[in-house]
Nanobody
C-alpha cells in the first residue's frame, strides 16, 4: 500500500485545516489508519487512529475535542479535520497504516505516507 498525504499549510491560531491521505492497493479497507505528527526536535507521536471497520477511534489528549478522524473505504482515503488549531500543533503530519490497532508504537504501522507540513501561526 502506498499512501499520499495532502492538505497541510499555514493557518492562524484558531483556524482549521483538513488533511487527506489516499492509499493505493486493494487492502486499504483491511488496515487501521493513523495520523502521526512530528514537531522539530520532538519525537513522532500518534495524534489519531481509526479502525478498519470505522467502529473505533482514538485521539491523543492534546487534540481531543478539536480534531476528528474519518475514512471512506470506497475512496481509499482517511481524513483528519483539525479545528481550533494552536501553535503547538505545528508539525509534519504523517498518515500510516497497519494491521494492528495500535496506540502504543509507531513500529506497529507498516506503511507510511510522505508527510505534510502544518504550520500554525500565533
Amino acid at each position: 500500500v502506498q499512501l499520499q498525504a495532502s492538505g497541510g499549510g499555514l493557518v492562524q491560531a484558531g483556524g482549521s485545516l483538513s488533511l487527506s491521505c489516499t492509499g493505493s492497493g486493494r487492502s486499504f479497507s483491511s488496515l487501521n489508519m493513523g495520523w502521526f505528527r512530528q514537531a522539530p526536535g520532538k519525537e513522532r507521536e500518534l495524534v489519531s487512529l481509526i479502525s478498519r471497520n470505522l467502529i473505533s477511534a482514538y485521539y491523543a489528549d492534546s487534540v481531543k475535542g478539536r480534531f476528528a478522524i474519518s475514512r471512506d473505504n470506497t475512496k481509499n482515503t482517511v481524513y483528519l479535520q483539525m479545528s481550533g488549531l494552536k501553535p503547538e500543533d505545528t508539525a509534519v503530519y504523517y498518515c500510516a497504516a497497519g494491521a494492528v490497532y495500535s496506540t502504543t508504537s509507531s513500529n506497529d504501522y507498516d506503511y507510511w505516507g510522505q508527510g505534510t507540513l502544518v504550520t500554525v501561526s500565533s
